[in-house]
């Protein structure tokens, strides 16, 4: 399982912090990613890490803004959210795939945030 928290209602230019904890899984054989679904829009990639951390993907719309991070000791992925922009509201979704597949297996049920101008 994964499961989301963090998200909230933030005026434009605040900032928030989303986790996601994974259970049942081997998490450090997981890349671990967000993605984000605004409403009447398909959900799309935001960010991924690497099992290790050593790798981290950003899309172009959040680079500079989003970071994400991993504790595999604790199982948890992060995305911390600064200077946040009407147009990052979306239901914002934690998923895990196995290093060696394309395809993302699990995901969570998401976290509302809501960025106000």
């Known amino acids: 399982d994964l499961v989301e928290s963090g998200g909230g209602l933030v005026q434009a230019g605040g900032s928030l912090r989303l986790s996601c904890v994974a259970s049942?899984?081997?998490?450090?054989?997981?890349?671990m990613g967000w993605f984000r679904q605004a409403p009447g829009k398909e959900r799309t990639f935001v960010a991924s890490i690497t099992w290790i951390g050593s790798g981290t993907y950003n899309a172009d719309s959040v680079k500079g803004r989003f970071t994400i991070s991993r504790d595999n000791a604790k199982n948890t992925v992060s995305l911390q959210m600064n200077s946040l922009k009407p147009e990052d509201t979306a239901l914002y979704y934690c998923?895990?795939?196995?290093?060696?597949?394309?395809?993302?297996?699990?995901w969570g049920q998401g976290t509302q945030v809501t960025v106000s101008s």
């Open positions: 998923a895990a795939r196995l290093n060696s597949r394309d395809k993302y297996d699990y």
């Open positions: 049942g899984l081997p998490f450090k054989d997981y890349v």
